[in-house]
């Protein structure tokens, strides 16, 4: 049987390291390229990069004890490859089919399409055909208003007025191969995820679902695991603030009895 994956995800703003909480507050973290080496380390199944910048300067901030203070987005990303050892999805400011060319050629073994998508679903289909489903990933945005889940773009910003299950049918039917769903209210909070709505996504959609936001501790992974259909489980937040925190999200999952990868570390 296939294993479920567990994702880390890192948000970078102007090319450093951010927390989120409800797409809003964005304190920095520090150096990315430190911190894929970490989760390489632990033993990551994969790792989901999203740029969250709304201006194109990137910085890391720093030029001391040996990192490079780089201000490219080519530079930055091929750092990051560089440390990777697992799979890489890079997701944020991707537009055209230009764009996620760059992308994979930069290193990148999956794009994540979200307002394109949105505001240009025909981007899926090309994306598809050009490198395969399984190198596109979609990231579906989500607030809960009036007892509807509706699909929000721009960070959050803007309300599209589309349901998601209406959305993550067309994103299946033009050609992904996975789906992100993030939700904005849960984005940072530490409640858990969203498991209705992770169960109405899955029951609708046959392509894998990655589950995103809200995880503040080990047992919330569990949750989605246990009670949905869902391919993977991410977060964010929670993997920087603990050493070894990859290694030990899955041994508590092995040691419950789920479908994941027997918890190790790998040596540099």
């Not at 994956?5 to 920095?28: E, T």
């Not at 996620?100 to 990148?108: C, D, E, M």
């Not at 709505?197 to 501790?217: H, K, S």
């Amino acid at each position: 049987m296939k294993k479920k994956r567990l994702i880390p995800v890192l948000l970078l703003k102007n090319g450093q390291l951010v927390q989120s909480k409800r797409f809003a507050r964005h304190p920095v973290l520090g150096n990315p390229a430190t911190a894929v080496q970490r989760l390489s380390d632990w033993a990551a199944d994969e790792l989901i990069y999203l740029d969250i910048s709304r201006e194109g300067h990137y910085d890391l901030g720093r030029d001391d004890l040996g990192h490079r203070n780089l201000q490219e987005f080519e530079a930055i990303v091929g750092e990051i490859a560089r440390h990777a050892q697992m799979p890489v999805t890079l997701g944020g400011r991707v537009r055209s089919l230009d764009d996620i060319n760059r992308r994979l050629a930069l290193g990148a073994d999956k794009i994540s399409l979200n307002t394109a998508a949105l505001d240009n679903p025909a981007l899926i289909e090309a994306a598809s055909r050009e490198h395969g489903a399984q190198c596109v990933v979609v990231s579906v945005d989500v607030t809960l208003q009036d007892d509807r889940y509706r699909v929000l773009a721009e960070g959050g910003r803007r309300d599209t007025g589309r349901e998601v299950v209406d959305w993550v049918e067309e994103i299946q039917s033009r050609g992904a191969g996975e789906l992100l769903i993030n939700v904005v209210e849960r984005d940072g909070a530490r409640q858990g995820y969203d498991l209705a709505l992770l169960d109405l996504v899955c029951r609708t959609v046959n392509i894998p679902v990655i589950a995103l936001g809200g995880v503040g501790e080990w047992a919330h992974l569990a949750q989605a695991l246990e009670q949905t259909d869902v391919d993977a489980v991410a977060a964010a937040n929670i993997f920087h603030h603990l050493d070894q925190s990859v290694y030990l999200a899955r041994q508590y999952l092995f040691e419950r009895g789920l479908n994941v990868r027997s918890p190790q570390l790998l040596s540099r």
